[in-house]
């Protein structure tokens, strides 16, 4: 199976909630199948035979961690010059929120490259 498939897949059953020692033998089944099927074979399809889990992939506490540091980081902003009058001006301003679009970038992109991530075999 291509990489990119594969990356489809893992992606698909992280998503799905499926457990992280069980990708490696599905990874394998979903190989014996799309040999057997051949373009007919389908990540979506196969993904849809599972139920969802309970826990939640890394990306998903990743993009949970993303959302409270862009809320901290307005309220940060806030707090400094709402109650404490520590003013940056205009261009400190946008240093400021520069870093903080920064920081969640990093993030975001993480998230996205930690559940394509292919297990270990």
Request: hydrophobic fraction near 45%; proline fraction near 4%; charge should be positive.
């Amino acid at each position: 199976m291509e990489t990119s498939t594969q990356q489809d897949l893992v992606y698909a059953l992280r998503r799905r909630g499926v457990a992280e020692s069980m990708i490696p033998g599905l990874l394998k089944e979903a190989n014996e199948k799309r040999l057997s099927l051949g373009d007919q074979f389908s990540v979506s399809d196969f993904v849809g035979g599972f139920p969802r889990g309970t826990g939640l992939s890394k990306s998903t506490k990743i993009g949970r961690i993303a959302a409270v540091f862009i809320l901290v980081g307005i309220a940060a902003q806030l707090f400094l010059s709402g109650v404490l009058e520590v003013h940056f001006g205009f261009p400190g301003v946008l240093y400021y929120y520069g870093a903080v679009l920064v920081g969640l970038s990093v993030l975001v992109f993480s998230a996205y490259r930690v559940d394509r991530k292919l297990p270990r075999p």
